[in-house]
């Protein structure tokens, strides 16, 4: 892509003719999760209204932002029709090496995962995800996207529609939407308008520059590769990525006496490169950026009809590819409980759901994320500094130092607490269901047999006496998996999943995630039938649920404060 797509404003409709009825779910933002979400709900059979105040994908250009793209977000686009454009585009790596003193020290293999739908993770320009969704969206009668149109007001009220003022090139207008989804960003205007500040758990004064090249011809090996303490970068940290169009993503730390401004010359940047690669070779700069992080994430994802997602409700380091892939998650957790809300099947404490199970989420990803960011840079942390330089001393000559380098733990998807929308104690209650092959001729994998809502995946060869398979707008499907199998399909359920054909059933929710497992002696339809009619129903307006009471569990911010490591 040598230059970002330019999508047309039209006039809204509402600026000539009122709507009668309020839009469903008007989407703030058509970044990378705003655009997921929409994809999300139209394909459920929800009208969207998207309002971004844009007029093309990506930020500032060619920008890459995020750009590393895991396992789970693969498997999330499957489902939303788009991974195999982002797998073509993309870059997959499964090697990554940490080097110190400018010597190799520590790595990594992603083993390949032939048993899987998607091996790994792949590389790709964040603005091609968010162009490939936006073609997605333009082919869906449902999707309204409205581009120019800035969201400068917002009036909410808890039992009404919230009415959003939007200013476009032809003036203001009013519209009004049942719920709002704010997507706005870090930033977030729609936060600022009601008031609502993040809680912030540290800032940090550290930063660093982006400067993404394109460099053809080039004999790099295509791996994630880190120097801690690079000659070349005046002792600094350097990370270099693979990404689309012979282009390298590349972020250098700056020293923390130096001029960002200074930093982002052309001459300074390109004497930066030269002197990482060794020698003056010729090169493009696509794009360049300099960037610092915090972490923070608001108390409450739900204020009223307005909900947050990506990071408008949560921001976290860019170690371990924790942001863009956080926000699909966001989206995929809410895009299932909004549109059964909005057809009647679930009262509105199901999207009270949504704010406990991705805060816990975030809070998972900025407590990995702050350990990342603490090795990288322990800042005025004297203890944490010596620690830091005594193991990068060590580790070009002492395996266990080597393994205590810590600049990212790859992104996991998350593991949902236990709730009526996960229940049990099987080890995979919570989890994100691994998208196993089951045939390899055709290569049908475990999530094409789900169906658009719950399902109950019966592993054997026949569905129990008195259960019928469901047709695709069933609220709940039942689906023997053995009937799909070939023989390594079956060897490779019971590797990844530790789950024989022995009759057992799996409840699955919409989202891929496990909500509950029974065996073969416990199995009971009505039961299970019972399990989804109170997910759908549960105890409503943020109330401190437990448990045993067959709420959600309340998770206080004394707990949270306390998992996390102590500030800098």
Known sequence: MTELPLYPYLRPDEMD?????????????????????????????????????????????????????????????????????????????????????????ASFTLQAQPDMRHNGF???QQYYLEAFLVEALQREPLADLRWLNQVAGIESCTDGPVTLRVQTP????????????????????????????????????????IIDIVLRGTTWPEERWTWLDARSNHGRAVWRHKMADDTWRLDFQLRPDEDPEAAATDAA?????????????????????????????????RHGRVLFAGDSAHLVAPFGARGGNGGIQDADNLGWKLALLLQGRAGPGLLDSYGAERKHAAMENIRQARRSSRFVYPGAARSAALWRDAIIALAPRHEIAARMINTGRLCMPAVYPASPLARGAHEHTGRALPNVVLRQADGLSLHALLGPWFTVLVFDDALPAGVAGAHDDALLRWVAVGSWCDARGRAAL???????????????????????????????????????DAALSPP?????????????????????????????
């Open 494 to 532: 019971a590797h990844q999943l530790g789950q024989a054909m022995d009759g057992g059933a799996w409840l699955v929710r919409p989202d891929h995630h496990v909500m509950a497992v029974s065996d073969a002696q416990t199995l009971a339809p009505a039961a299970i039938t019972d399990w989804v």
């Open 540 to 568: 409503c307006a943020h109330a401190e649920f437990l448990p045993e009471a067959g709420g959600l569990p309340h998770i206080s911010e004394g707990a949270i404060h306390a998992a996390l490591p102590a500030t800098t």
């Open 170 to 209: 032809d003036g203001a207008y009013r519209t009004q939407a049942r719920w709002v989804v704010a997507c706005d960003g870090a930033n977030s205007a729609v936060r600022g308008m009601l008031g609502l500040h993040p809680r912030v758990y540290d800032r940090t004064e550290d930063r660093w520059i």
């Open 17 to 105: 003719r009122p709507r009668a009825e309020p839009h469903p779910v008007a989407i703030v933002g058509a970044g990378l999760t705003g655009l997921s979400l929409a994809l999300d709900l139209v394909r459920r059979g929800i009208p969207v209204v998207v309002l971004d105040d844009d007029n093309t994908v990506g930020v500032r250009g060619l920008a890459s932002r995020g750009m590393v793209w895991a396992q789970r977000t693969l498997d999330i686009f499957d489902r939303l029709g788009m991974a195999d454009a982002v797998v073509a585009k993309g870059v997959r790596w499964n090697v990554g090496r940490v080097l110190c003193r400018d010597m190799a020290v």
């Open 269 to 301: 940047m390109r004497q930066r490169v030269w002197d990482l690669l060794g020698e003056r070779v010729d090169f493009d700069i696509a794009w360049h950026g300099v960037w610092a992080y915090r972490h923070e994430c608001l108390d409450d994802l």
């Open 122 to 124: 792949i590389n790709l």
